[in-house]
């Protein structure tokens, strides 16, 4: 098939470009490379160094034999969008570019701004473009599990019956984000089933859980066809945090209690699931909603673990409390279904502990780099709209003793 990743030079796009090559696709990509500026602009780096996008490409091509079509610019240019659908003619789109960050989106009223118009211009811009262009193109819109919040119910795919009054339906689950970028995603879905409604178009709406690790197995051995690691606090999510703050010594950065629980995934399920949902595509005029997700975990649990393979790794680990720089629920019920992934033959890879492992010991040749830039670790990012660095809680964490320690 023809796909065209929008987004491509992100941690998703870029693996997802090897990986769909890899399996036969052909493959175009547009980027405005600005997720390099505005880690940049937040004091991060990707721990793991970033070949130029001329790099990328040149090893692309070395590796695959022939040339990535690429083309730079932004969403929000509505011409350069319809120019590269109609230049390009995908079977199908996968929008990664949005800017990804629920920190980033709650700095100040220019960040809750740029966030809601990059990502809810863009995905309009797309769906003109799709409706203009290449209406059968099928749209693979990357949403967030945040979008559903943490409801007192199971979570379904996008839809439950629900019955009101003695009559039934079946209706959007109810969306309660925890903040502007979660919302940004909210509004997205809502533009992305109202075109289907009217134009009939065709759009898969993926509720992605976060997403850790740092390796594919079609990077091979090559630098340039490595992925960003990113683990500045707005850019940096849970587990790839902890990893990198393991590699350096610094304690893990437990947000409040660390009760509060997440769906998560591997990155080389996403690209699993990723690639399942083009190859069987939304019929036309489906509007359908997938949870991509492998596992749920509480954050604890997970720093936990982070420190017990550390700790095989004679890795030294501390985990401390910090005051939670966000407005979240810290102690409720999760229960989200997972279902159409499985049934089109998502088969997780690896067990949690395992991807940590690999990533803890890729990390640890970035150690220099990663801790040149812990200043970024620390959150002082707040919900309400002011800057104060979480301080530490007075409980800590002991350690958990590991009886596996790596030979010397
Ligand atoms: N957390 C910590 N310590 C940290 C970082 C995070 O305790 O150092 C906690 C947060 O308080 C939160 C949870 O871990 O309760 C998840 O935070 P996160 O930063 O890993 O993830 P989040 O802000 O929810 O956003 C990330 C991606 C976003 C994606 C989303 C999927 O940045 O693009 O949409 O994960 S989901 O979480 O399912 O909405």
């Keep these: 098939m023809k796909v065209l990743i929008a987004g491509i030079d992100g941690y998703l796009g870029w693996p997802l470009a090897q990986y769909l090559v890899a399996r036969g696709h052909e493959v175009a990509g547009i980027d405005g490379l600005f997720r390099r500026q505005w880690v940049s602009e937040v004091g991060g780096v990707s721990a793991i160094p970033v070949a130029t996008m001329h790099e990328r490409l040149t090893a692309f091509e070395e590796r695959y034999g022939s040339p990535l079509h690429f083309r730079q610019g932004t969403l929000l240019d509505y011409d350069f969008v319809k120019t590269c659908f109609r230049e390009f003619q995908p079977d199908a789109i996968v929008h990664l ?11 100040d009223q220019q960040h809750t ?12 811009n797309i769906l003109w473009a799709i409706q203009e262009v290449c209406p059968d193109t099928h749209l693979i819109k990357l949403g967030t599990m945040g979008e559903y919040g943490t409801p007192n119910v199971d979570i379904p795919e996008g839809f439950f019956e629900v019955e009101y009054r003695g009559r039934k339906d079946r209706l959007p689950f109810p969306r309660q984000a925890g903040s502007f970028y979660h919302l940004s995603k909210v509004h997205d879905s809502h533009n992305t089933m109202f075109a289907c409604k009217i134009w009939g178009l065709r759009a898969t709406d993926i509720m ?16 340039r066809m490595r992925t960003r690691l990113d683990f500045d606090q707005c850019f940096g999510t849970a587990i790839n945090r902890f990893c990198c703050q393991a590699v350096t010594g610094h304690p893990l950065t437990l947000y409040g209690q660390g009760s509060q629980k997440r769906s998560f995934l591997p990155l080389r399920d996403s690209m699993q699931c990723l690639a399942l949902a083009i190859e069987n595509p939304a019929e036309i005029g489906e509007y359908r909603v997938f949870n991509q997700f492998d596992t749920c975990y509480s954050i604890d649990e997970l720093a936990q673990q982070v420190q017990l393979a550390a700790g095989e790794l004679s890795m030294d680990v501390q985990i401390e409390r910090y005051d939670n720089p966000r407005q979240e629920a810290e102690s409720h019920y999760y229960n989200p279904d997972r279902q159409k992934l499985v049934d089109l033959g998502y088969r997780p890879t690896h067990d949690v502990m395992l991807e940590i492992r690999i990533m803890l010991s890729d990390l640890r040749d970035y150690r220099d780099r990663i801790a040149a830039h812990l200043n970024a670790v620390v959150p002082d990012i707040r919900w309400d709209g002011t800057r104060r660095q979480s301080q530490i809680l007075r409980t800590t964490i002991p ?6 320690k790596e030979t010397p």
Excluded: H, K
């Excluded at 992605?208 to 630098?223: A, H, P």
């Design 97 to 107: 570019a949005e800017i990804p960050s629920a920190p980033f989106s709650m700095i």
């Design 208 to 223: 992605q859980g976060v997403v850790f690790g740092t390796y594919i197995d079609e990077m091979g051995d090559d630098r």
């Design 399 to 404: 350690p958990v003793v590991s009886s596996t």
């Design 113 to 124: 701004v740029l966030t809601q118009q990059n990502n809810v211009v863009g995905n309009l």
